[in-house]
């Protein structure tokens, strides 16, 4: 018991170090997709972005540290261009990071001199270069697949992708894609969603992988895959006290979306079913009606852009007692994602808490979509 009370007081001092800290110096810090983002660029960076071999990769990073401590120390080595801090659900550090700089020489310089340095006694941080893997494997695509046609999907899947490469098997029955992403980030994006994308879309079950040179990965390698942009949501015993859930704001769901807005909010080169029905079909108004999440779900069905795709982050409990989460929506056929932030009293269980950050999230697409 008194080791849990000294680790809560420590846990609130390093916080308030950090804030004091981002009021001091005027940082600005990004919490996004399961990791916390300084830069990318920084403020009066000139030029363009770092190209490869100037990230560092960090890990044992103990998990009461944060930017407060870490940015300053990793500077010392060289100019910043990008630090991302991964956190999980509650609010700690998920003990690793990655650090870019300006070019080789300054990320050389980080992993010579802060390579086992000791933040605190006995808990050595690691620092080496990160293998910043921009490359995805597909397994499992079905014969004949056109690499053009692959391609356009991808890219309606996700961003930056810069090329896709086919191998065939023996007879030509087993087809693997390499794709090629213009950052790890991106790359990483697109493996969170594309297997799901593809089953709910084309009803097919592909593999994806990092493509890797080397039949066997890297120690370094297999710790650096252990990033994932999203993070999972934790036993319900984490939650603050149980309180009801608020009901779900009523949503006009008379009204069809705008078809002119939603045509061109469609990726170049997307073509939904041009002999779908322009407005959504009638839902009668009965005693248990369709939730927004099922009514986006028939909106994206009726318009044939592929199914919503939900990413969470839990940010941070208010006074008010609050719990307040990212979204990122992906509409595949759509240019863009829908990104915000929702306000949620805290449930009985992390699936109620799931689908009330995604219902809250479909109701202002919804009221995106209905708008002129």
Same mark, same amino acid.
Request: aromatic share 10%.
């Given at each position: 018991?008194?080791?849990? =009370?000294?680790?809560?007081?420590?846990?609130?001092?390093?916080?308030?170090?950090?804030?004091? !800290?981002?009021?001091?110096?005027?940082?600005?810090?990004?919490?996004?997709?399961?990791?916390?983002?300084?830069?990318?660029p920084p403020p009066d960076w000139t030029?363009?972005?770092?190209?490869?071999?100037?990230?560092?990769?960090?890990?044992?990073?103990?998990?009461?540290?944060?930017?407060?401590?870490?940015?300053?120390?990793?500077?010392?080595?060289?100019?910043? #261009?990008?630090?991302?801090?991964?956190?999980?659900?509650?609010? =700690?550090?998920?003990?690793?990071?990655?650090?870019? #700089?300006?070019?080789?020489?300054?990320?050389?310089?980080?992993?010579?001199?802060?390579?086992?340095?000791?933040?605190?006694?006995?808990?050595?941080?690691?620092?080496?270069?990160?293998?910043?893997?921009?490359?995805?494997?597909?397994?499992?695509?079905?014969?004949?697949?056109?690499?053009?046609?692959?391609?356009?999907?991808?890219?309606?899947?996700?961003?930056?992708?810069?090329?896709?490469?086919?191998?065939?098997?023996?007879?030509?029955?087993?087809?693997?894609?390499?794709?090629?992403?213009?950052?790890?980030?991106?790359?990483?994006?697109?493996?969170?969603?594309?297997?799901?994308?593809?089953?709910?879309?084309?009803?097919?079950?592909?593999?994806?992988? !990092?493509?890797?040179?080397?039949?066997?990965?890297?120690?370094?390698?297999?710790?650096?895959?252990?990033?994932?942009?999203?993070?999972?949501?934790?036993?319900?015993?984490?939650?603050?006290?149980?309180?009801?859930?608020?009901?779900?704001?009523?949503?006009?769901?008379?009204?069809?979306?705008?078809?002119?807005?939603?045509?061109?909010?469609?990726?170049?080169?997307?073509?939904?079913?041009?002999?779908?029905?322009?407005?959504?079909?009638?839902?009668?108004?009965?005693?248990?009606?369709?939730?927004?999440?099922?009514?986006?779900?028939?909106?994206?069905?009726?318009?044939?852009?592929?199914?919503p795709l939900y990413e969470l982050q839990?940010?941070?409990?208010?006074?008010?007692?609050?719990?307040?989460?990212?979204?990122?929506?992906?509409?595949?056929?759509?240019?863009?994602?829908?990104?915000?932030?929702?306000?949620?009293?805290?449930g009985t269980s992390a699936p109620l808490?799931?689908?009330?950050? =995604?219902?809250?999230?479909?109701?202002?697409?919804?009221?995106?979509?209905?708008?002129?």
């Open positions: 018991m008194m080791e849990v =009370q000294r680790k809560q007081v420590l846990d609130q001092e390093s916080l308030a170090s950090l804030e004091s !800290w981002v009021q001091k110096t005027a940082t600005k810090l990004v919490q996004v997709n399961g990791q916390r983002k300084y830069g990318g030029g363009p972005p770092p190209g490869p071999g100037c990230e560092v990769f960090i890990s044992q990073i103990p998990r009461d540290v944060y930017e407060d401590k870490l940015i300053p120390l990793f500077q010392s080595a060289g100019r910043l #261009y990008e630090f991302r801090l991964m956190m999980n659900f509650s609010g =700690q550090n998920r003990g690793f990071a990655y650090a870019k #700089y300006r070019d080789p020489q300054s990320a050389a310089a980080a992993i010579r001199s802060l390579h086992q340095y000791q933040l605190h006694q006995g808990a050595p941080l690691a620092v080496r270069r990160s293998t910043e893997k921009r490359q995805l494997c597909l397994g499992d695509l079905p014969a004949g697949v056109d690499r053009e046609r692959l391609s356009q999907v991808l890219r309606s899947l996700s961003e930056g992708v810069e090329g896709v490469s086919l191998k065939f098997g023996k007879g030509g029955k087993r087809v693997t894609a390499i794709v090629h992403y213009s950052t790890h980030y991106n790359a990483s994006m697109a493996k969170k969603v594309i297997c799901e994308a593809f089953k709910r879309r084309f009803g097919m079950i592909i593999t994806v992988k !990092w493509f890797s040179f080397s039949s066997k990965p890297r120690q370094d390698e297999e710790e650096e895959e252990e990033e994932e942009v999203g993070e999972t949501f934790p036993a319900t015993k984490g939650f603050p006290k149980q309180c009801p859930l608020p009901p779900c704001r009523p949503l006009d769901r008379d009204r069809p979306p705008h078809q002119e807005k939603f045509l061109n909010l469609l990726a170049p080169g997307f073509s939904p079913d041009t002999r779908c029905p322009s407005p959504m079909p009638r839902v009668d108004r009965t005693p248990a009606p369709m939730d927004a999440v099922a009514i986006l779900l028939r909106v994206c069905e009726v318009f044939k852009v592929g199914p839990f940010l941070h409990t208010g006074s008010n007692g609050f719990l307040y989460f990212a979204y990122r929506v992906m509409i595949p056929g759509f240019r863009f994602p829908y990104t915000g932030v929702a306000q949620i009293l805290p808490l799931r689908s009330e950050v =995604q219902r809250a999230a479909a109701e202002r697409i919804l009221k995106h979509l209905t708008q002129p």
